[in-house]
Each structure stands twice: as structure tokens, then as C-alpha cells.
């Protein structure tokens, strides 16, 4: 055997040794629930049964899922959204980095504030950026509203 056909062969039993492993872990963190829109999915992970916990008990429960507000609309920003999502809270919840309780993270909120806007555009359209002041703020409906869709 050459040292181009050793290469070949290690990459390709390395590449072999990735997929198999990326493809158990997703079966086995159930990552498929997650392609759903499911939201007992979201509490496959006991960082976040304090949060579907809250889901059931809130006034949101009746009209939204985890994936109307934590998701973009549209079908490639929905799913690119899920996999960046769905990817780091692997990595995190693996090599035990997160923070606990868990925290939304800015981007996310980012979305979760727009979808608010979107749905209750009749509501907040008065709602305006503060102006005339040196370092204007925007309202977040997040930040006032934290325990909405999240009973306690």
C-alpha cells in the first residue's frame, strides 16, 4: 500500500468514525423530536423543563408553540435557526458549560422580541425608540414581559 492510499484510508475510517458517532448522538439526544413542533421536544433536556413547565401553565399555551416565538418565520431561517440552536446546546450541555438556570441567549432574544412585535403589531405600534436623550433605548417587550409565555 502507497502513503497516498494509507492517507486515503485513515481520513476516510476518521470521516467513518465521525458519522457514526454524530448519528448516535442524535439518536440518542433524540435530536429528530426536534425537527417537530413538538414542545415537549424542548424538555427532552432537564435544563428546560422549568421553562415547558411554565409554557403549560401560561396564557401563551392556547396560541403558541416554542417555535412560534423562539423562531424565525420563513423555512430556512425556522431550520437554520433549529440547528445552530439544536448544535451548541449539544456542545454545551456535553462538555457542561452552561449556565443554570438556562439563559436566552442574544440573538435568540433578538428573535423572541421580533416575533412579540410581529404578533401584537396592533399593540406596540405606538411604541417608539426613545429620542432627544445621549443613549436612547429601545423598548424590549422581553424585558418588561419576562414571565409571559413562562409562567411560573
Excluded at 6 to 32: D, E, N, S
Aim: with cysteine; glycine share 8%.
Amino acid at each position: 500500500m502507497n502513503l497516498f492510499t494509507f492517507k486515503l484510508v485513515i481520513a476516510a475510517v476518521g470521516l467513518g468514525l465521525a458519522t457514526g458517532i454524530a448519528a448516535y448522538t442524535f439518536w440518542y439526544a433524540k435530536g429528530y423530536s426536534y425537527l417537530s413542533n413538538d414542545p415537549s421536544s424542548c424538555a427532552n433536556c432537564h435544563v428546560m423543563e422549568e421553562q415547558y413547565s411554565g409554557w403549560i401553565k401560561g396564557s401563551h399555551r392556547a396560541v403558541a408553540t416554542c417555535n412560534d416565538c423562539h423562531t424565525p418565520s420563513g423555512f430556512i431561517a425556522k431550520y437554520a435557526t433549529k440547528a445552530s440552536n439544536g448544535f451548541w446546546h449539544s456542545y454545551y450541555f456535553t462538555t457542561d458549560g452552561f449556565h443554570e438556570p438556562i439563559q436566552i441567549g442574544k440573538t435568540n432574544l433578538e428573535i423572541t422580541e421580533q416575533t412579540c412585535r410581529t404578533c401584537h403589531a396592533s399593540m406596540v405600534e405606538s411604541i417608539t425608540v426613545s429620542s432627544g436623550q445621549e443613549h436612547s433605548e429601545e423598548v424590549s417587550c422581553v424585558r418588561c414581559h419576562r414571565g409571559v409565555g413562562h409562567a411560573k
